[in-house]
């Protein structure tokens, strides 16, 4: 069969959907063609040229295109679009074909699914679960590369993350938590764990400016660490939800002061404040962030 993927995303990281379903028809030997939304809604008569055609779309705000492709026969998936569909388990659980993006070096992959918090902005709860639990060992989707990406969202809040933890220094590779750790979960165990990696990059989040848990547990961490590469330590600070400017700063000045890298993450980018993106650009841009110390000078100098 001939079979098309559509990554509707197209931005820097490969659909870990797609790669298992390529996986899965390559090992029927079927052919298998990669193209963006934009090269699918160019192609004339999409539908008659494949026997089967998927698109992926993971972040919200396509939905013109998915209509589009939705028209062109494609079989749409993925949290971004309206539909909500399961893969079958012998495709969730097979080793990802990286092959697909021509990724050699990296492993992409979930340990775990779900998150207890219920954070209000945040549609992991909804989606997976209000409970962290394992999907996978490490060895269903790593097979030796260089750099594992993890996708977890909560993966300290699993009850069997010390195993996986341990799965993941085993491996010997470089690995980055993409998703952001939960420093309030952080103790001395699994950051025993954690220092036993290879870390390429942590993430953490501090979301919420009122809670002090998060910023006692990152300076214990600081304290506990064997990571001292503060550019190795990020930290996502969410703006434009329920914080105010002096707020957001206060965060963003204490990381940097504390050893970490404030990344600051906009909710309702679009609609969000001027000053809001300004501040976002200052900080996210680590040549002037750490230039200019101060906002106040950043907002001054660009008016
Ligand atoms: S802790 Fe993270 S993953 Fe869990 S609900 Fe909050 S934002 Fe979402």
């Known amino acids: 069969m001939k079979i098309a993927l559509v990554d509707v995303d197209s931005h820097n990281f490969p659909n870990l959907v797609l ?62 679009t309206r539909y909500r569909e399961i893969l079958p388990y012998e495709i969730e659980h097979i080793m990802p074909d990286y092959s697909l993006y021509g990724i050699t070096d990296t492993a992409y992959g979930f340990l775990t699914r779900g998150c207890p918090r219920g954070c209000s902005f945040c549609l992991v709860g909804q989606k997976e679960g209000r409970k962290s639990y394992k999907v996978a060992d490490v060895s269903e989707w790593w097979d030796g590369q260089e750099n594992i990406k993890l996708i977890d969202p909560n993966l300290l809040a699993c009850s069997e993350h010390l195993d996986l933890l341990k799965q993941l220094a085993e491996t010997g590779a470089y690995v980055d938590i993409t998703q952001g750790l939960d420093a309030r979960l952080l103790t001395a165990k699994n950051i025993e764990l954690i220092n036993e990696l290879k870390i390429k990059n942590l993430h953490f989040t501090w979301d919420n400016p009122r809670d002090n848990f998060t910023k006692s547990a990152l300076e214990n961490f600081k304290k506990l660490s064997k990571v001292k590469d503060r550019r190795k330590m990020i930290v996502y600070v969410l703006v434009n939800y329920w914080s105010n400017l002096k707020e957001d700063l206060y965060r963003i000045y204490w990381l940097r002061e504390n050893g970490f890298e404030p990344y600051v993450m906009v909710y309702d980018k679009i609609n969000a404040p001027k000053q809001i993106t300004k501040m976002q650009r200052w900080v996210n841009n680590r040549r002037i962030f750490n230039v200019v110390k101060n906002f106040e000078d950043y907002d001054t100098r660009i008016g």
């Open 19 to 80: 790669m298992k379903l390529s996986a899965w028809h390559k090992n029927f030997g079927d052919e298998v063609t990669l193209m963006s939304a934009e090269t699918a809604l160019q192609e004339e008569n999409l539908i008659f040229k494949y026997d089967k055609i998927y698109g992926a779309c993971v972040f919200s705000g396509h939905e013109e295109i998915l209509n589009e492709l939705e028209k062109r026969g494609v079989h749409l998936g993925g949290t971004g």
